[in-house]
């Protein structure tokens, strides 16, 4: 008797994993209500994404992570603009896919490859994606997370620096004072840090 249909499934290359992550992102683009069915339908292909890539960026309890296949990953995110959809789109995802997002999101940026770390130039190839997380802190679903991602980014001197020179630095001083306690704590952690760093 043969039970083939308990195998278990291959797992995924880090370019299928890229690949499935960035289709599901895009599928958020959903706009009319008759497809609301296939917006959920995004949303849950997001998170199982989500989940795929940080098992694949940091194990999963009892396998540990591939150093070639992270590596792989964080030249893929990059190349196929992953980056940019993650921080776009992250405004859109649920609270899980988002705390998911910020836990590969730390992972990324620290990752070397061939000793650059791929991510951070990325983003030094796109700074606005810097603007676009600080304008973030007036949104208080998302503010944390991004707050979060801010910080991870200022461990870099380039990006540090070019926060620190941008016109959205600014806005700190507005966000330091927003009446909801915990987005106003969180923006001044995240000056606080910029300021030291510098």
Known sequence: MSFSFFKA??????????????????????????EVKALEKALEEVEKN???MRCMLCGDGEVESNTDQVSQLALEVCKEDVLALMIHKLPNLGWEARKDLVHCWSILLKQKVDSRYCSVEYIENHFEFLDFLVVCYDNKEIALNCGLMLRECIKFPTLAKYILESASFELFFKFVELPNFDVASDAFSTFKVRVIRL
């Open 9 to 34: 499934s291959r797992p995924k290359t880090p370019q299928e994993v890229v690949k499935a992550m960035k289709d599901s992102l895009v599928a958020l683009d959903t706009k009319t209500v008759v």
């Open 50 to 52: 989500f989940v795929s």
